[in-house]
Each structure stands twice: as C-alpha cells, then as structure tokens.
C-alpha cells in the first residue's frame, strides 16, 4: 500500500531510500488524484520489493512548502525519485496498464 507521508518525513522515506520511491502529490479536492488512488495501490502490489510509493497531501501543513520545493505546479503529480534524485515526472491521471508499463521501462 503506498505510504502516506510529511515533509518531516519526506528525507528518510524518499530522499534516503535504497529503492526507487514513486512520490504522488495529491490534494482531498482533486478527482483525478482520487482517480489515482486505485492504481497507485495497484502498482505498490505489482512492484513490491522493488520500488516504493509514497503519497504527499500538498494541503497539509508544510507539504506545500515541499510541492513547492519541487515544483509540483499541478496535480495529481508523481515524480520517481532514484538515490534522492527526481528521475522521472508523470503528470496527470495514468491508467494502470500504461504507468505500469512506463515504470517498468525505466525500472
């Protein structure tokens, strides 16, 4: 199940993490990250051991400070971070099969 994280924890789950960390800003208000939900849940089962996902709320506390910090303009927002790195953007809904298929290619 992807994780539900804070800009307190946002060093230690992402930034520090051995595996890859597929980060999803999102907001309560917006219907294409609720849209979202369901795949991401599927794609943590699909990807278990080999990659991570977390999800930022951008509308609590300083998590906007950090959707700000990396320049989420828009949501839903997901940015694969590798070794602390943003390797890859994916902007806007994604149908399972295809995110799926985007991921494993640069997995």
């Known amino acids: 199940m992807p994780k539900d994280i804070n800009k307190s924890e946002f060093v230690v789950e992402v930034l520090q993490s051995e595996l ?7 907001a309560p208000w917006c219907g294409p990250c609720k849209m979202m939900t369901p795949v991401l ?6 990807f278990a ?15 906007g ?3 700000m ?17 943003v390797i890859q953007d994916f902007i806007g809904f994604r149908p ?4 799926g298929e985007e991921l494993k290619q640069i997995l």
Not at 55 to 62: Q, S
Not at 69 to 85: A, C, D, Q, T
């Open 20 to 26: 890859p960390v597929l980060v999803d800003f999102w």
């Open 41 to 46: 849940e599927e794609l943590s089962k699909e």
């Open 49 to 63: 051991g080999k990659l991570k996902i977390c999800k930022v709320n951008t509308e609590e506390g300083d998590n």
């Open 65 to 67: 400070m950090l959707a």
């Open 69 to 85: 910090e990396y320049s989420v303009m828009s949501i839903p927002n997901m940015k694969l971070f590798k070794n602390g790195e």
């Open 96 to 99: 399972l099969k295809e995110f």
